[in-house]
């Protein structure tokens, strides 16, 4: 398994690129530690897949050196890469068994057939197709195909990584919580470096150790799942992270105060601002308490979710949302109060002190 370098990353696919919306990949500056668990989250278009493919060897990119461990590998083939890739769609060989299918990475690499037929078996009971180890791939159905793909992904142990590109989009809901399950013990067990893209932030928080949040051909950050939901370093992770996302406000800064409309909010600490900064305030729903005291708000609606209920509101003229617990009662002069751990400001998108870079892996 390999530690992977992303040096100064950069790639358009049209010639001669001049702005940054040129680029599919804007500047990627990352190390990806040896063994890690990272998936690629991001809306569609947000350049996921040409980065994974410039991991993989599919593409070149314009810009920029991809590393191994330390070894240049940017001008090797896919093949030399040696790296495993699960995709989307099930690539099995339909005439072979479901056996043979899963033996083909380790017999093409000269794997003993002892050792062949040790790893596939223990592959099966894994993806549990054991009991069709001898049936043709032909007649599964597209779960089971997708299982053998994933079966073909993790048999060898001498891969540099494994990339997978949204692979249980066509397993049914049940089965992609089993897979996902089993994926996840699998990487603890096997300690293999994995890269997978995923558009579903469930996939990507319950999966991964490190959640790669891209938009717009940046990486916005990188974090765990706490991290993501406590600290976003951009306004899109908020937006993106959390069911609802973070609530975003115009704001002024008036020293260690925070201004909304007509209230004043006291923050932690007085952030750095330039003359002509884009400032917002944001706040997750989950940070703001709602009863009598505070800042008056005008409730629109409350949406009962189990436990806890969103409460959508206007405040200071702006939608605002709010996640109670289902025995906190709404009074009829409702108020709110920010808790001050999760109000952050962001300057121009950016969290207030941080780079405008998604910082280490
Ligand atoms: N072969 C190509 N030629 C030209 N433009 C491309 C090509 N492939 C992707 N793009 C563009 O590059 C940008 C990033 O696309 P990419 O497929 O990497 O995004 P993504 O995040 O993987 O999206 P999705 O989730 O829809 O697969 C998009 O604007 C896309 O239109």
């Not at 370098?5 to 001049?18: E, S, V």
């Not at 995709?87 to 033996?103: E, H, I, K, R, W």
């Not at 083909?104 to 078996?121: C, I, Q, S, T, W």
Request: neutral net charge; hydrophobic residues 40%.
């Amino acid at each position: 398994m390999a530690r992977i370098t992303l040096d100064h990353i950069r790639h358009a696919y049209g010639p001669n690129p001049q702005a940054d919306t040129d680029y599919a990949l804007r500047e990627v500056h990352h190390e990806w530690k040896d063994g890690g668990a990272y998936a690629l989250l991001g809306p569609s278009g947000c350049g996921k897949t040409t980065l994974l493919n410039i991991i993989s060897g599919l593409l070149q990119p314009s810009h920029g050196r991809i590393l191994f461990d330390g070894k240049d590998v940017t001008d090797l083939s896919t093949q030399a890469r040696n790296i495993a890739q699960v995709f989307q769609f099930p690539v099995v060989y339909d005439t072979m068994s479901v056996y043979d299918n899963l033996a083909f990475p380790l017999r093409n690499r000269g794997v003993a057939e002892a050792d062949v037929d040790r790893r596939v078996k223990e592959m099966l009971e894994i993806i549990d197709l054991s009991d069709r180890a001898k049936r043709k791939a032909q007649g599964l159905t597209a779960d089971q195909k997708q299982k053998i793909s994933l079966g073909r992904g993790l048999v060898r142990n001498d891969v540099n990584a494994i990339l997978f590109d949204e692979p249980l989009t066509v397993i049914d809901p049940h089965m992609k919580w089993v897979l996902r399950s089993q994926l996840k013990r699998l990487h603890k067990q096997l300690g293999f470096t994995m890269v997978y893209v995923t558009h579903d932030q469930t996939e990507a928080l319950t999966f991964a150790d490190k959640v790669v949040v891209m938009y717009e051909g940046q990486i916005v950050q990188i974090g765990t799942p706490a991290e993501l939901f406590e600290k976003p370093r951009h306004t899109f992770v908020g937006y993106f992270i959390g069911s609802p996302g973070m609530n975003v406000m115009p704001v002024s800064l008036d020293g260690a105060r925070a201004v909304v409309g007509s209230q004043d909010i006291a923050l932690a600490e007085a952030p750095k601002s330039v003359a002509g900064d884009r400032l917002q305030l944001g706040i997750r729903p989950e940070f703001i308490r709602i009863g009598r005291e505070g800042m008056p708000v005008r409730i629109d609606r409350v949406e009962d979710i189990g436990r806890r209920k969103i409460v959508r509101a206007d405040f200071e003229g702006r939608p605002i949302a709010i996640v109670a617990s289902e025995d906190v009662e709404i009074p009829a002069e409702p108020k709110i109060a920010f808790d001050p751990a999760g109000v952050h400001i962001y300057v121009n998108s950016w969290l207030a002190g941080s780079p405008a870079t998604a910082g280490e892996a």
